[in-house]
Nanobody
């Protein structure tokens, strides 16, 4: 599975951005999708995840109610809609996938990664 994230940029406090993740390559098994971020000087964290079936998304507490993860029916593109952005959302955002049966919030089990896209929120 190859992943390609895009859509980052500079946005003002309270603004919105939509990140995209294009999925390509052979997909022999169902895969769950996740969005991670890493801010300067901080560890990478999982912020949103969507299971293969597309139901019951998971969100980190810090983004719940502001971010929405979705995927197209063909499961080749995933989006992360980010609203009401705050300076603390500034980070490099990564899309990732996993094919095992662990819970979708098992951040350490994601083993397919795209390159990051930088999101900067100015105050």
């Amino acid at each position: 599975v190859q992943l390609q994230a895009s859509g980052g940029g500079l946005v003002q406090l309270g603004g919105s951005l939509r990140l995209s993740c294009a999925v390509s390559g052979p997909t022999f098994r169902p895969y769950d999708m996740g969005w991670f971020r890493q801010a300067p000087g901080k560890e990478r964290e999982l912020v949103a995840a969507l299971p293969w079936r597309g139901d019951r998304p998971w969100y980190a507490w810090a983004v719940k109610g502001r971010f929405t993860v979705s995927r197209d029916n063909a499961k080749v593109t995933q989006w992360l809609q980010m609203n009401s952005l705050k300076p603390e959302d500034t980070a490099i955002y990564y899309c990732a996938a996993k094919t095992d049966a662990s819970p979708i919030d098992s951040g350490s089990n994601y083993h397919y990664w795209g390159q990051g896209t930088l999101v900067t929120v100015s105050s």
